[in-house]
């Protein structure tokens, strides 16, 4: 099985101990490896180094390489980001340059998984049903109500070895409808983990993005040659930039399938999301401490210190603290999402240093 890796990012969302030069998948910030390496890790099980693709940005391409320097697999640089979408198209037309007739696993470098095991037996079940056709994803099974993802329905009949058939996808809900899809045992969270045959995908990009599936088939003869980076960069600049979810999933004639899935997923995407996976780690106040620091009288807090100093923290509640060695973030942890807040006024300020 072919397994493609996005390892694209801004670093805006773990802002100030992640930058737009060391984004989230390069941070060590669960377990002792950084995310991008801990996903590789995942997918080993499934595909051998030869049948993974890592698709970075230019900028992020030395520390990719870096990180995943004793392994052999390929890399395909993008000269900027375009979203998703393009990425995925890329990946699936470097497949077909292979030969790849069988089923892709297409998944972000920067999530978490707490059961790998569980994981892989859903991206099998997925590769199982779509041999012949058709694209399925991952359902995270909803742990409680959340409105920070997008949502997955699927029909209430013609199940199939635990797969359904999708009926709609959901944007973000509120959390009243939040609260009505966790009932209903029909909607999962959308990880944007999918499955489906190279032939399939770029069917489906000829449909739906005809001129850049044309460029890209032009591209092709351009693979593993000097001429394949300004190819690509005169491709990329005519292509808009959108998510294959909007692109594609969401306009498709083809079967989609969702694959309802229990493996401890979080798409860590918030200094809360990742205190929630790190909350066995927290001390009887339910604090999660991290780094030369203490805790004195606080409560459901996260103090992370990195940066080469002691914190000590005093009568907090619910308080994020991120020290570094240039940057200190002070924040309320329910609103920790809020972050790129911060990153935006200091793009407004063109205060680069700190970006």
């Not at 892709?104 to 037996?121: G, I, K, M, R, T």
């Not at 009505?180 to 993005?209: C, D, P």
């Not at 995407?269 to 606080?298: H, I, M, P, Q």
């Not at 100093?309 to 060695?325: C, E, N, P, Q, S």
Request: charged share 25%; aromatic share 10%.
């Amino acid at each position: 099985m072919i397994s493609v890796i996005m390892a694209g990012g801004s670093g805006t969302r773990f802002w100030p101990l992640s930058r737009a030069s060391y984004p989230k998948q390069f941070l060590k910030i669960v377990g002792n490896e950084p995310l991008l390496r801990a996903t590789y890790e995942r997918i080993r099980p499934l595909s051998t180094d030869e049948e993974i693709l890592v698709v970075v940005g230019r900028e992020h391409e030395e520390e990719t390489r870096r990180i995943l320097a004793d392994t052999r697999v390929k890399i395909l640089v993008e000269p900027f980001g375009r979203n998703t979408a393009p990425c995925v198209g890329l990946a699936a037309r470097y497949a077909a340059h292979l030969g790849a007739k069988g089923p892709l696993a297409v998944l972000p470098a920067d999530h978490y998984v707490a059961d790998p095991e569980a994981f892989q037996d859903a991206i099998r079940k997925a590769a199982s049903v779509t041999e012949n056709g058709g694209i399925a994803t991952l359902g995270i099974v909803p742990t409680r109500p959340e409105t920070g993802y997008g949502y997955i329905e699927r029909q209430t009949e013609g199940a199939l070895d635990g797969v359904y058939r999708v009926r709609r996808f959901v944007e973000k809900p509120p959390l009243e409808t939040a609260a009505r899809y966790f009932q209903s045992g029909r909607h999962y969270w959308n990880a944007g983990i999918f499955v489906a045959t190279a032939a399939t995908l770029l069917k489906e990009f000829a449909l739906h993005m005809p001129d850049f599936a044309a460029g890209v088939d032009a591209l092709a003869e351009t693979f593993d040659t000097d001429r394949f980076a300004p190819a690509l960069e005169t491709l990329y600049a005519a292509t808009e930039n959108i998510s294959f979810d909007y692109a594609i999933m969401e306009k498709t004639q083809e079967a989609v399938y969702v694959v309802p899935t229990h493996c401890g997923w979080s798409d860590v995407g918030s200094w809360y999301s990742l205190y929630d996976v790190r909350r066995s780690e927290a001390d009887s106040g339910g604090n999660v401490l991290e780094g030369d620091v203490a805790a004195f009288d606080c409560k459901d807090s996260f103090v992370v210190g990195q940066g080469g100093r002691f914190v000590a923290a005093l009568g907090l509640k619910r308080v994020l603290v991120v020290d570094t060695a240039d940057a200190l973030l002070v924040a309320d942890l329910d609103r920790s999402q809020e972050v790129r807040r911060v990153v935006e006024d200091l793009k407004d300020k063109k205060r680069q240093d700190l970006l």
